[in-house]
């Protein structure tokens, strides 16, 4: 079989000589359709990733006290999960979308794991059985969340940030504050454009007033032009 090449990465805020807590050996395959390179020294592991490795079985896992959530989706693992309640006690989440996984019962073992909080079986054969979501809640009663939604179909709230890589929680607010900079400089802008068409509308008004004002002069002037020529031409006709 053919020896992984796997990275690790540390918990944000460790020192360099602190042990691995996050390991990820995805796309790694094995030959044998066994975890190659994994030993004892990895006992520190919260987190570990073997996605698309090929795997047929977890027979090789080392114990792993620590570990907290195993990813093990789109592998070829039809079985051996009690291996997962033996060397994982404190397992809280456990992805096995895209396995091998048909019936049920397959799934009894991790009755042996009380912190299993979130379970993902998509795409697995187990989910086209009829009353699947019933069944599984029922024989594991300490799950939680069953392929991301919980027993009243409610969605589980997002990951933990710490897993999705350092920084994004921090961009994100840098990123908030931006917005709302611009926010504040639309509404400034809005206003502007309110008190520019505000005036603009006085400034009608006052034309409108002016022009209000002429009118009636200009019909003043003419009233008295028209008089006078009226008294001019009735005094050429008094014998």
């Not at 799934?107 to 909080?117: A, F, Q, R, S």
Request: hydrophobic content about 30%; charged content about 35%; glycine content about 6%.
């Amino acid at each position: 079989s053919s020896t992984p090449v796997a990275w690790g990465r540390k918990l944000k805020g460790t020192k360099p000589d602190d042990p691995v807590k996050e390991l990820v050996l995805d796309n790694c395959r094995s030959d044998d359709g066994k975890i190659v390179g994994l030993s004892s020294d990895f006992e520190n592991l919260e987190f570990l990733s073997m996605i698309n490795i090929n795997l047929l079985s977890v027979s090789n896992l080392p114990k792993l006290s620590k570990l907290r959530k195993l990813e093990l989706s789109d592998n070829r693992i039809s079985g051996g999960l009690e291996v997962l309640a033996e060397r994982t006690p404190n397992l809280t989440h456990l992805n096995l979308s895209g396995n091998k996984i048909k019936d049920i019962n397959t799934l009894e073992p991790l009755k042996k794991l009380p912190n299993l909080h979130s379970l993902d079986l998509f795409n697995c054969e187990v989910t086209m059985l009829i009353n699947y979501r019933e069944s599984v809640f029922t024989l594991l009663p300490q799950l939680t969340y069953l392929d991301g939604f919980d027993a009243d179909d409610q969605e589980a709230p997002d990951s933990d940030p710490e897993a999705d890589g350092d920084g994004l929680e921090d961009e994100y607010e840098n990123g908030e504050g931006e917005e709302e900079d611009d926010d504040e400089e639309e509404d400034d802008l809005d206003e502007e454009v309110i008190d520019d068409e505000e005036d603009e509308d006085d400034d009608l008004e006052g034309e409108e007033e002016e022009d209000g004002v002429d009118d009636e002069v200009r019909l003043s002037v003419i009233a008295t032009n028209l008089q006078h020529c009226l008294a001019v031409v009735g005094a050429m006709f008094v014998p």
